[in-house]
């Protein structure tokens, strides 16, 4: 197993664009000038990214949605140690505070759509004793990366849909309730988290807001996607603006 400082997962490969580039870059340099190849990048493959005087990095898209996102992320720590996993990407919102272009820092992550209250247990839960939400494990400072408000702290929800106003008004009240209290919703964060927290990594949330679920108001995907490359690849070269907080697992599905 390789150790590394951190590793970054996204959704999707344009989310990385700018590690990727970095990546390229260096691999020309190291490599007499040959091209680092962009055609070999495929979801769940990790793509190291080690250039001198940064930290050591491994980048992962796993794919879209929450099976493709817990089942790369868990191939990635198979094969690498990192201290502590940077997640991101694109991500809408039903908040009416949270413009499309700002930014949403997880304080929290779960699911929106995993209910078994038929069972009495609490909306987002499978197992008892299980918490509703996971709170990050690892801290940022990144108010001076971004525009004044531009920074929201918030839960960010994840769930199976890509959800737009027609699609969140169909979903179960309770479920409504919660996203609509949330600051971003997405298909990947908590099936991320879930994954870091089983296997005792520190993790946190980033997420980029491209659309809002009550308007058609939407930014260009390719715009957003770099946009939000470039926020994790700011993160990620300064490793001095996070703060790891003890490992630990939070729940253990085979002890519930």
Known sequence: MTRCDLAVVTALAEELTPLLQLRRAGSNRHQGGRPGGSGEHCPGRAEPLFLPGEPSCVLMWTGAGTLAAARG????????????????????????????????????????????????????????????????????????????GALHRGTVLTGNSFLDDRLLRSLPELWQQRIL????????????????????????????????????????????????????????????????????????????
């Open 73 to 148: 992320l868990d191939r990635l720590l198979d094969r690498y140690a990192p201290r502590w996993i940077l997640a991101g990407g694109i991500a809408g919102t039903s908040s009416r505070e949270i413009q499309a272009g700002e930014v949403v820092l997880a304080e929290a992550v779960g699911f929106y759509d995993q209910d078994v209250t038929a069972l009495g247990l609490p909306p987002g839960t499978v197992y008892r004793g299980q918490p509703p939400l996971l709170v990050p494990t690892a801290t940022l400072n990144m108010d001076d990366l971004l525009p004044p």
């Open 181 to 256: 209290a949330a600051g971003a919703i997405d298909m990947e964060s908590a099936a991320w988290a879930s994954v870091a927290a089983e296997r005792g990594v520190p993790w946190a949330v980033v997420r980029t807001v491209s659309d809002q679920t009550f308007s058609d108001a939407r930014r260009a995907f390719r715009q957003t996607c770099r946009q939000s490359g470039e926020l994790l690849l700011r993160i990620a070269t300064a490793p001095e603006r996070c703060i790891l907080t003890p490992k630990e697992v939070l729940y253990d599905p085979e002890n519930h």
